[in-house]
């Protein structure tokens, strides 16, 4: 998760994921619904892009979470955009 509050206007976190796969791709953006479903105030959750591209985009305002497949996530490489932003957690 890297914290963009200080670089950003249009959103304060992204989270950024990786999946070995579109079903395994499904399957997270099925648990961030649920999870957003579960906030309030509920967010209004919008989603960009689909499994079969390799990246899946959920705004939730405050925070944007970026589901990649392996390629498109190196393809990308938001970390390496985003350097200037503090990381605030890691897993891997």
């Known amino acids: 998760m890297l914290d963009l509050s ?24 099925d648990s961030v619904d649920r999870a957003a479903a579960e906030l309030t105030p509920k967010p209004d959750v919008r989603h960009e892009g689909d499994t079969e591209g390799g990246w899946v985009l959920l705004d939730l305002g405050g925070v944007v979470v970026h589901l990649f497949s392996l390629e498109q996530r190196a393809r990308y490489n938001l970390e390496g955009l985003w350097a200037r932003a503090q990381e605030v957690v890691r897993i891997q």
Do not use: K
């Not at 579109?22 to 997270?28: H, I, K, N, Y």
């Open 6 to 29: 200080s670089l950003s206007a249009f959103t304060d976190y992204f989270v950024i994921a990786t999946s070995d796969n579109e079903r395994q791709l499904g399957a997270l953006i």
